[in-house]
């Protein structure tokens, strides 16, 4: 079974940029596509960007230009570079796995809060 553990959120002013990471502890191989979502307050839970196993992305158009997705297979770990970060990006970061068949694996973890404030 796939565990995945989010890091790296924490307090930060617009402008400035952040590095997240998504970490399988197991099951890394059976992954194909990785994705971070988020829940800002008072708001559903979106997409924020996707990653296959062999590297197609796709991102939300208010990240676009902004934040890099990335997986280093290495390492079992997906990253999220956020730059010129906003006040709008304050949200909990998740991250997410799905297998061959779409199917996501698991339920969802705790998060990373990421906060962005003058």
């Known amino acids: 079974q796939v565990q995945l553990v989010e890091s790296g959120g924490g307090y930060v002013q617009p402008g400035q940029s952040l590095r997240l990471s998504c970490t399988a502890s197991r099951g890394y191989s059976s992954i194909n596509a990785m994705a971070w979502y988020r829940r800002a307050p008072g708001k559903d839970r979106e997409l924020v960007a996707a990653?296959?196993?062999?590297?197609?992305?796709n991102y939300a158009e208010s990240v676009k230009g902004r934040f890099i997705i990335s997986r280093d297979h290495a390492k079992s770990t997906m990253y999220l570079q956020m730059n010129s970060l906003k006040f709008e990006d304050t949200a909990v970061y998740y991250c997410r796995a799905y297998g061959d068949e779409g199917r996501p694996f698991g339920s969802w973890g705790q998060g990373t809060q990421v906060t962005v404030s003058s």
């Open positions: 990653i296959t196993r062999v590297g197609s992305i």
